[in-house]
């Protein structure tokens, strides 16, 4: 490849680049617009993950208070809590987590009130690893607009994959309402008895 040509396709990354970055600021100013007063999202920082450890057990046991163990498919709910949460495995130290990880926050007034952390697949496929958001800010828009986060991180992303327990129908009915499918089988590590996948080919 001659200069000219070096030069020309060197311009065209540039524009790829600057149009990404335009449609991640217009779709992050569209999504902040549309959440109730003072909720805002933002990619997580080392200092939000204690605010984030206290939002997922706040909303695990809220949304689990009421089943047993055998419900759970677990000798110990505590147990079965710990290893929902995957922190531990991705975020410590947070400066060394897996780059294909991604951690984004919802915050109110500065404080965490809800965080998704998803993996990049490659080929425009993501999978969301884990969501919560505080118990009293649940049915304000907080899910959704953390879900609509991923697409304004990664504009070109064609599929998102979830998979969820099947007793916790309020999670379910959520995925349904955002136009997830529920789709055959779970990823490895999951039981089919208890866990329901479920995927949104994106347009």
Known sequence: MNGLGIQYTFKIFLCSVAITVFLFALAIASLNAAQPAGVTYHQMGADDIKQAEGVYDTAFTEAYQHFTTQDLGTTSASDCKDNAYWFYRDCEPFEQKDPKVHFMVAKNDGRVVGYLSFDDQGN?????????????????????????????????????????????????????????????????????????AYELVCA
């Open 124 to 196: 425009g496929n993501v999978y969301i690893r884990e969501m919560a958001v505080e118990p009293r800010m649940w049915r304000k828009g907080i899910g959704s607009g953390l879900v609509s986060f991923i697409r304004a991180l990664m504009p070109f992303t064609q599929k998102i994959m979830v998979v969820t327990r099947k007793i916790n129908v309020a999670a379910c009915l959520f995925y349904q309402k955002l136009g997830f499918k529920p789709v055959n089988g779970v990823h490895d590590g999951f039981d089919a008895n208890y866990y329901i």
